[in-house]
Nanobody, 124 residues
Framework: QVQLVESGGGLVQAGGSLRLSCAAS????????MGWFRQAPGKEREFVAS???????TYYDSVKGRFTISRDNAKNTVYLQMNSLKPEDTAVYYC??????????????????WGKGTLVTVSS
């Protein structure tokens, strides 16, 4: 089992930036797919971005061009750089890890481990 701990959330004004980090422990995740998901108040959890062991990246349409996912396998860490933040980006952001990527149509299907989340609040 992999333990995932997110950090970097907080309060930011619209147009601002935040960088989220997700540190993995318990096993190396260099050969795993890592993903970011979010859940806004009263809404279902949605996919944000993923990065495979090969470096292949997938983004949710609404964050393309604004968010960047990256990973540092030496540090067992994945990042989410969020720029040009909007109030609608307000949510709890969760990191996830899994051994299989089923594609953007089922982004959470292969995710076996989840962090507890970090809150991002974007004020208008």
């Amino acid at each position: 089992q992999v333990q995932l701990v997110e950090s970097g959330g907080g309060l930011v004004q619209a147009g601002g930036s935040l960088r989220l980090s997700c540190a993995a422990s318990g096993r190396t995740v260099s050969r795993w797919v890592m993903g970011w998901f979010r859940q806004a108040p009263g809404k279902e959890r949605e996919f944000v971005a993923s990065i495979k062991w090969s470096g292949s990246i997938t983004y949710y349409d609404s964050v393309k061009g604004r968010f960047t996912i990256s990973r540092d396998n030496a540090k067992n860490t994945v990042y989410l750089q969020m720029n040009s933040l909007k109030p609608e980006d307000t949510a709890v952001y969760y990191c996830a890890a899994g051994s299989t990527w089923y594609g953007a149509s089922a982004p959470d299907k292969g995710m076996s481990d989840w962090g507890k989340g970090t809150l991002v609040t974007v004020s208008s």
